[in-house]
């Protein structure tokens, strides 16, 4: 790379070639450091999570009472996030249901007996008792929003319809009696404990399988996602869920029949619409799944740029920069072939008291042109950035009288005080680097401006990645 002086006084013409130069040094430098750069983006989530609560066959039972039992849901899901805000869920599990009635009534049909005599024949259903269970497997589809309110903790909304597909479901009876009696109007007698005749009490056990149907559900969760690593994020929160329709088969038949069969609730006259209903709280994990982009290119030119500077044993000054020889200024012609070499880093980063005379824009505009970025709520700088920091940390020790200022940027996802802190914790975390790299801590200021000056408008997960950055100034102690 050719640094080129003339003397004081020169053709307009050599000023514009000698500012093309410092361009094309900028240039080529920003790429050469920009080349090795790769971001990467996560907008999709594996997870996995567990619950337990209220998980109710709902119905109504008009001559009896109805409640619901503890139940458990398992589920595993993949989230898509299109931007950092909105997503869509989708995945499998299995969940639980149990209820359980009490019937308190008598029901009665016309019959005769063997004599002729008509008579109506009472069923009293004294406390009777059954448990119902049912295990459906899920398939969700639902809406998520996401709101980051801190560095770790964000809030995660979550709401849609799911098909519950039954897998099992039984019936079987705890509890409470059933009598049997035969009740003459013409003589006003009602005859019991008639086991001949079929007027008994009961106490058996019965148990059977009920036939459900597939039924839709809307359902609601509402929880947290806090941070444990870049890669998982631990979810606690509540869930509802409920039947959009029955999953019962209506029948009109009695609970127990004269001839002994028990049909159980579902399948009598008693019950006509079941609905799953289930409300608890649940905890998971969730996986950062993140896709790398394509990293860019470095600028190819047809040699490495070397500079005459490179003869130069000791610090330059006024008067050796006007003794260097007078000739036309080499530009660098762009082509596509050859890479810059990295000798351009260090050639510039060895010129001790270039940046005194005209040079000072060449480190400033360098500066400004380097941004580095972070991950969502992070700090930690990456190992691909630690070249741009050794050149301007170069450049920094062999100019003591200049000042570097970083700043720390943020996206707007969280409040405006935990983003202050963030871009606080980035700046300190890149002047730390610097500090590595023997620059003296009196030349570094560090600042914050969290989301009040974006690159780009917040309104794509692409331009956060863009506004989650920190930028550098360079000026001199006495400005």
């Not at 509890?175 to 019991?192: F, K, P």
């Not at 106490?203 to 870049?230: A, R």
């Not at 380097?370 to 940390?393: A, G, L």
Request: glycine share 8%.
């Amino acid at each position: 790379m050719i640094f080129h002086c003339e003397p004081p006084v020169k053709h307009s013409e050599n000023h514009l070639e000698k500012n093309k130069m410092k361009k094309q040094i900028i240039i080529g430098l920003s790429l050469l450091i920009g080349g090795a750069l790769q971001a990467q983006e996560a907008g999709s989530y594996l997870h996995f999570n567990v619950g337990g609560g209220v998980h109710n066959l709902s119905y109504e039972i008009p001559n009896g009472t109805e409640k619901g039992q503890a139940g458990y849901t398992l589920n595993a899901a993949y989230s898509y996030f299109f931007n950092p805000h909105w997503g869509l869920q989708i995945g499998f599990g299995f969940q639980s249901f149990k209820a359980l009635s009490t019937l308190s009534t008598m029901t009665s049909i016309t019959d005769v007996d063997t004599d002729g005599d008509s008579y109506q024949y009472r069923t009293y259903y004294k406390s009777w008792q059954e448990k119902q269970e049912a295990l459906f497997m899920d398939i969700p589809l639902e809406l998520q929003y996401r709101l980051g309110i801190g560095k770790k903790t964000s809030i995660l909304a979550s709401a849609g319809v799911k098909m519950a597909l039954p897998v099992s479901a039984s019936y079987k009876s705890t509890a409470g009696q059933i009598q049997t009696t035969g009740y003459y109007s013409q003589w006003n007698v009602e005859l019991t404990d008639l086991a001949e005749h079929g007027f008994t009490t009961i106490t058996n056990n019965y148990s059977g399988n009920l036939s459900f149907k597939p039924t839709f559900m809307g359902i609601v969760d509402l929880g947290g996602l806090y941070k444990l690593s870049e890669k998982i994020d631990l979810y606690a929160g509540a869930y509802l869920n409920y039947g959009l329709n029955k999953v019962n088969i209506a029948d009109t038949k009695t609970v127990y029949q004269k001839d002994g069969t028990y049909n159980g609730m579902f399948a009598s006259d008693q019950i006509s619409n079941v609905k799953p209903v289930s409300v608890g709280i649940k905890v998971g994990l969730y996986w950062k799944l993140a896709t790398k982009k394509t990293p860019a290119q470095p600028m190819k030119v047809d040699e490495p740029l070397v500079s005459t500077i490179d003869a130069v044993k000791q610090p330059l000054n006024l008067d050796t920069l006007s003794a260097v020889r007078e000739e036309a200024p080499i530009v660098p012609e762009v082509k596509k072939d050859i890479v810059v070499a990295p000798v351009i880093i260090q050639n510039v980063a060895a010129v001790e008291n270039v940046m005194k005379v005209d040079s000072l824009k060449i480190i400033k505009d360098l500066a400004q042109s380097i941004s580095i970025n972070f991950e969502e709520n992070s700090d930690q700088v990456s190992i691909i950035n630690n070249e741009k920091i050794r050149v301007i940390s170069n450049m920094l020790k062999v100019n003591p009288d200049l000042k570097l200022k970083i700043i720390g940027h943020t996206c707007n996802i969280g409040s405006h005080a935990a983003n202050m802190k963030v871009g606080m914790k980035r700046a300190e975390a890149i002047k730390q680097k610097f500090i590595e790299q023997g620059v003296s801590e009196s030349q570094l200021i560090t600042q914050s401006k969290a989301y009040d000056v974006p690159l780009v408008p917040n309104t794509s997960e692409e331009n956060r990645t863009k506004n989650r950055r920190v930028e550098m100034t360079v000026f001199l102690k006495n400005k």
